[in-house]
């Protein structure tokens, strides 16, 4: 296992939120997603390095899914698969990011929308009906949303169920990459799940807050459970 960026610390000062007044459509977006809001920052050039390994390392060897995971909460795990999902959709590339945290999900506070078409929760709770019915779809240019749908009380029969696994073979089939977020991986066994279904994990460290000990269980973790670690993020501050 590698590391493979380092994400230097968020500032969002300065920086206003993205918006229908901005040309962007009916959602609003955070000043978080620094390959929107601040595009020549260096916070921005590190994620674009990071699509770059990605896209070379893992796009191009028809891999077509990644899970984002964390050891602990805290460490930039939703930002991280935010901005490479956006930061993916930007070079052309069909991308959707699928918020799978069934306990405490970010996606939404990050791309806000004035009324989501549906949600994970909604499409793995129904067995009748299109996943792609829960999609917001062109979000931005290639890019698509599955928000979570909020804590669910059953989160891990919900991604434990044949449901799940049906949704993610959607969404390798319609899109070219799905980026996966998912909950802190010390506070429940979701992300695990996630990762096996999804075959592919990029794990994600803060400088300060997260133990190598508790990545080096993560990775084993994931590993035992037949997940392939492709690499780690760091976050610095």
């Known amino acids: 296992m590698s590391k493979i960026a380092v994400l230097p610390q968020r500032s969002e000062e300065a920086r206003p939120s993205l918006g229908p007044a901005d040309g962007l459509g009916s959602y609003e977006f955070s000043p978080s997603l620094v390959t929107l809001s601040d595009p020549s920052g260096v916070q921005a050039e590190a994620i674009r390095a990071l699509r770059t390994h990605i896209m070379a390392q893992h796009v191009q060897q028809g891999r077509r899914a990644l899970a984002v995971c964390g ?12 901005n490479l999902t956006m930061s993916l959709s930007q070079i052309g590339v069909k991308t959707l990011l699928l918020d799978c945290n069934l306990r405490t999900s970010g996606v939404e506070q990050l791309i806000t929308p004035a009324a989501p078409a549906g949600s994970l929760r909604q499409c793995l709770e129904t067995s009748t009906g299109f996943i792609g019915e829960c999609i917001d779809e062109d979000v931005l240019p290639n890019l698509s949303v599955l928000y979570s749908g ?73 590993r035992s459970d037949h997940a392939k670690v492709i690499g780690t993020v760091l976050n610095e501050g």
């Open 150 to 222: 909020g804590p669910a009380p059953n989160a891990q029969e919900l991604l434990a169920s044949e449901r799940f696994e049906d949704l993610m073979n959607s969404c390798l089939r319609d899109f070219h990459v799905t980026i996966v977020d998912t909950p802190p991986a010390n506070s429940c066994s979701d992300a695990r799940r996630v990762s096996t279904v999804v075959g592919y994990s990029l794990i994600v460290a803060r400088r300060g807050r997260t133990f190598m000990s508790d990545v080096k269980t993560l990775v084993g973790q994931l």
């Open 71 to 82: 050891a602990n909460p805290g460490v930039g795990s939703t930002f991280t698969a935010a």
